[in-house]
T-cell receptor, first 114, second 115 residues
Framework: GQQLNQSPQSMFIQEGEDVSMNCTSS?????WLWYKQDPGEGPVLLIA?????ELTSNGRLTAQFGITRKDSFLNISASIPSDVGIYFC??????????????FGKGTLLTVNP | EADIYQTPRYLVIGTGKKITLECSQT?????MYWYQQDPGMELHLIHY???????EKGDLSSESTVSRIRTEHFPLTLESARPSHTSQYLC??????????????FGSGTQLSVL
């Protein structure tokens, strides 16, 4: 199966700082999804990327679909305490099809100190 | 807005008890999933279903079982709970009509503690 690496595993930052995390793989993907999981809740979809090189923003979040189609980046600008949580990437290959099971990265645990 | 519900939110039980975790979705999704997650850790797929009367084991071996008698309902059962089953259990659903509809919608989870 595909190998999916998400880093960093955890981050401890001060409020107001920018954050960057990424996922890389040896496989090529057609779509990259980014999810956020608040403490004690289920993950929620933040951003979906569908084209290599695509740069998409959602408020203070910006995600990019790598040009090689093997990686994706998520940036958070001017972090605030409610950004705390676990961020997961979830790529989908070109051959996904309707029976494809979504694979998640291992997650980046973000802690924001006020 | 996702309409997928899990009950109970929290469950503390003794060893050996039989339990059922409920999951229901009102979106008409064919595909449903159960994930197991330890605190701050990755999501492990333990069961999934592509439709009524279809259930499959996931990537992580689990002693739990599931059933899919109705599209909207995907309960998970543990016949005899043990402390090693203590974890958060997350239910999710997605469409299956077309490629690109693999976006999962998650419930809020059930935090299970077995004493």
């Amino acid at each position: 199966g595909q190998q999916l690496n998400q880093s960093p595993q955890s981050m401890f930052i001060q409020e107001g700082e920018d954050v960057s995390m990424n996922c890389t793989s040896s496989s090529i993907f057609n779509t990259w999804l980014w999810y956020k999981q608040d403490p004690g809740e289920g993950p929620v979809l933040l951003i979906a990327l569908y084209k290599a090189g695509e740069l998409t923003s959602n408020g203070r979040l910006t995600a990019q679909f790598g040009i090689t189609r093997k990686d994706s980046f998520l940036n958070i600008s001017a972090s605030i305490p409610s950004d705390v949580g676990i961020y997961f990437c979830a790529p989908i290959p070109n051959s996904g099809g309707s029976n494809y099971k979504l694979t998640f990265g291992k997650g980046t645990l973000l802690t924001v100190n006020p | 807005e996702a309409d997928i519900y899990q009950t109970p939110r929290y469950l503390v039980i003794g060893t050996g008890k039989k339990i059922t975790l409920e999951c229901s979705q009102t979106m008409g999704h064919d595909k449903m999933y159960w994930y197991q997650q330890d605190p701050g850790m990755e999501l492990h797929l333990i069961h999934y279903s592509y439709g009524v009367n279809s259930t499959e084991k996931g990537d992580l071996s689990s002693e739990s079982t599931v059933s899919r008698i109705r599209t909207e309902h995907f309960p998970l059962t543990l016949e005899s709970a043990r402390p090693s089953h203590t974890s958060q259990y997350l239910c999710a659903s997605s469409e299956s009509q077309r490629t690109g509809s693999e976006k999962l919608f998650f419930g809020s989870g059930t935090q299970l503690s077995v004493l």
